[in-house]
């Protein structure tokens, strides 16, 4: 889980975790994409978790988190940029 601190820069446990976290995700993504044999982009990789359960509890098991959608916010929390994606939109809710 990414951590927040009044002051994160000073503070290594939050730096460390922090990173760890990115390292654990970075490696995922680079498991799915050896593993489907494609270059996915991050919003194909999400959607994989969402509907594919072998790769949902793959991600669950390298970052060490039994909660699914603790897992999923934090996905999106590395990148925020995927709550805006109309791509994701599309496939969560085809019926807009």
Excluded: G, W
Excluded at 23 to 49: D, E, G, Q, R, Y
């Amino acid at each position: 889980m990414l951590l927040q601190s009044s002051d994160e820069n000073t503070d290594p446990a939050v730096f460390m975790h922090n990173e760890e976290f990115e390292h654990l995700c970075l490696s995922f993504c680079s498991l799915v994409c050896i593993i489907k044999n494609k270059k996915l982009n991050l919003a194909k990789i999400f959607l994989l978790i969402l509907n594919d359960e072998d790769i949902k509890e793959l991600y669950l098991s390298m970052i060490e988190i039994d909660d699914v959608r603790e897992a999923i916010r934090l996905f999106l929390d590395y990148n925020p940029s995927l709550y805006k994606s109309k791509y994701i939109k599309r496939h969560i809710d085809p019926n807009d």
